[in-house]
């Protein structure tokens, strides 16, 4: 059986709650990066990340919204176009 992997753009924002960090994304199973840029000002951080996952698009943006929630974390997550 063929594992199908999806790809899904994360926005966090943080200006309160948890510490946001180039490892925030290690707590979040079974999603592997692709890419992670962390910006800072003063106490608000926002990372943008591409990740690859299991899930499907619509189960992933749950299951990250709530993980994000937990956290006290604000977050956009939008499935990515397969490659052409």
């Known amino acids: 059986m063929w594992a199908v992997e999806f790809e899904s753009l994360l926005v966090l924002l943080a200006v309160r709650g948890d510490a946001l960090d180039d ?13 992670v840029r962390l910006e800072r000002e003063g106490e608000v951080v926002c990372l943008a990340a591409r ?34």
Do not use: I, K, Y
């Not at 290690?26 to 890419?35: M, Y």
């Not at 899930?55 to 994000?68: C, I, L, Y």
């Not at 956290?71 to 490659?83: I, K, L, N, Q």
């Open 23 to 35: 490892d925030a994304l290690d707590t979040l199973e079974g999603a592997r990066p692709r890419w």
């Open 51 to 84: 990740v690859g996952h299991q899930d499907r698009p619509e189960e992933f943006r749950t299951r990250v919204r709530g993980w994000a929630g937990e956290r006290g974390w604000a977050v956009t997550v939008a499935p990515c176009a397969p490659s052409l």
